[in-house]
């Protein structure tokens, strides 16, 4: 029996908790109605993954890459600590605290992203932390991690430098702890029983050694962090030269904005006067209008009764002539 696909594992188990039954209960029922209930029955046994686990799922599920390097951080890390190799887990334990950080980072930004997260401020990062620093010392905790299928957070067991050094005491790569390796005895004392190890000794070494792994990464972090200032206060030089290229930009086409506001509130003015000079020509000329249509009427009647006159007058000397 196939089951269900790892895309529509992976999908579900990059919903957010507070959605992952709702999405996985639809796709339960949309395999009972294709007809597979082996399918149906290993959804329906999939449980919600809490925050922090979804979290580093999601990082899992969106940036493999990322969580196959911390895996492969993490053998190197257990096969150093198997070998007891002093310097090799110093060079390593510094690269596992960037490795979570970084990917804590990632983290940050990929709830970002996702529209149904948590807000930023109550995002569990603290245990999303523990959680990838758990899995450089438990391997059924990294195999869930890598598989994007995390239930829960994990807790830290306990590696490396964080929070005290929990191995021997290494010196060099001889690959034999402090306390079990044999007193070297002068020659002269050969022959007599060994001396036992002093073991406040070899816990005084083993404190000196974090002392100086600490101090080292302490400088480590001040050398970065001042680079990080330099850089940051050269992006602050260049931003503040940028702000005042774009004040006096700004202020220019102002200066331009307002003389085309002051033109343009001009030909406004202007527009207002030519628009009352109008109105008062169309009343001069609607008035001549009406006077010479009454100009033009009267004209006409008073032609009318010339006319009228002279046939009158017309008619009168006619019959003056006949009567002569």
Known sequence: MPGP??????????????????????AVAEAR???????ARQLARLRRPTVAAWLVNLLAITRP???????????????????????????LSAQRRAVVGALVAEVRKLAAAEPDAPPAGRLPL???????????????????????RLLRAASYAGFGEVPRPQLRLVTG??????????????????GRPEATPRPDRAAERAEQAARRAARAERARQRRALDR????????????????????????????????????????????????QDLSRAKLARRAAERAATVARRRAGEVEAAVEALAAEEGDADAGDGAAD
């Open 126 to 148: 603290a245990e999303v932390e523990s959680t990838l620093n758990a899995a450089f010392s438990d391997v059924d905790v990294a195999e869930q991690v890598r598989a994007g």
């Open 33 to 39: 109605r294709a007809g597979d209930p082996g399918t």
């Open 173 to 190: 790569d001889e690959g034999e702890p402090e306390e079990e390796r044999p007193a070297r005895r002068p020659a002269a004392q050969r």
């Open 65 to 91: 890459e990322l969580v196959a390097d911390l895996v492969q951080l993490a053998d190197a890390l257990r096969t150093a600590q198997r070998e007891l190799r002093g310097p090799r887990l110093r060079e």
């Open 228 to 275: 990080e200032l330099d850089k940051a206060r050269a992006d602050q030089q260049r931003a503040e030269a940028e702000l005042t290229e774009a004040v006096g930009q700004e202020r220019d086409e102002a200066a331009v904005l307002d003389g085309i506001e002051a033109e343009l509130a001009e030909l406004e003015r202007r527009r207002a006067v030519a628009e």
């Open 5 to 26: 696909s790892t895309e529509l594992v992976q999908q579900l188990y990059r919903t957010p908790p507070d959605r992952f039954v709702a999405a996985r209960d639809a």
